[in-house]
């Protein structure tokens, strides 16, 4: 669900108008799209059981928050590349889906560079931010993601709610997806990424938590979903 168009605004007010669009939803129990995040049963005093799901690891906000935030689901702003569906489900420790979170990505393009830093400090491309439905999910159109020195390739994402930051995490890729599109296209003029999931500084202890359920090729682009479980 999109609000507006690609108006920069501040976080406080992206919040706000998430917020306030997001009031009406009920959270919901439908059969939502998860990564291969752990989940596990727990035994009641009364001898009954209940979801719990592992928290998902915390990361570095990285390489380059976003300055203003563009509330929108569609993020390429005409950039090349293998498109990406993304769907990002927010849960609860009990695994209860999360509405009204605010969700914030942000990724490099197919050459390795941010918008809003360096030479591209005018560009706002590649970022975007939503506000989750009654199912806790909320979904993206972007491109592949793309490399640069000593990173796997990764999207980031944070998930807010009630104003206040609850997780800073990072989307990891499968090494037979990131060798498929780099051999295609935009990508192919740089290659294969020299740093895989299991070299990378972020993910090597973690991967399992953070890595995308992805499907697709590159002639047809990709649907890509991950679950975020934020603490209680």
Request: proline letters at 6%; glycine letters at 12%; one cysteine or more.
């Amino acid at each position: 669900m999109g609000v507006g168009g690609n108006r920069p605004i501040s976080r406080r007010d992206a919040i706000a108008l998430l917020g306030a669009a997001g009031a009406g939803m009920a959270v919901g129990c439908g059969n939502s799209p998860t990564s291969p995040s752990s989940t596990t049963t727990t035994t009641t005093a009364g001898g009954s059981t209940a979801a719990a799901c592992a928290v998902t690891p915390s990361e570095t906000v990285g390489p380059f928050p976003s300055r203003t935030d563009l509330i929108r689901s569609d993020i390429r702003e005409g950039k090349p590349g293998t498109t990406l569906a993304l769907t990002i489900t927010v849960v609860d420790a009990a695994c209860a889906p999360v509405a009204n979170a605010t969700v914030d990505i942000w990724q490099c393009d197919h050459a390795g560079n941010y918008s809003e830093y360096g030479s591209e400090t005018s560009q706002t491309y590649l970022r975007g931010v939503q506000t989750t439905n009654g199912e806790g999910q909320a979904s993206f159109t972007t491109v592949y993601p793309g490399w640069y020195q000593g990173r796997a390739t990764h999207i980031h994402v944070e998930v807010l709610r009630n104003g206040s930051s609850a997780k800073v995490t990072q989307i990891a890729f499968p090494e037979s997806v990131n060798a498929a599109v780099y051999g295609t296209g935009a990508y192919a003029s740089r290659g294969a990424n020299p740093t895989s999931n299991i070299r990378d500084g972020i993910f090597a202890d973690s991967l399992d938590a953070e890595l995308a359920t992805i499907s697709g090729d590159p002639a047809g682009g990709y649907r890509a979903t991950f679950r975020v479980a934020i603490p209680a």
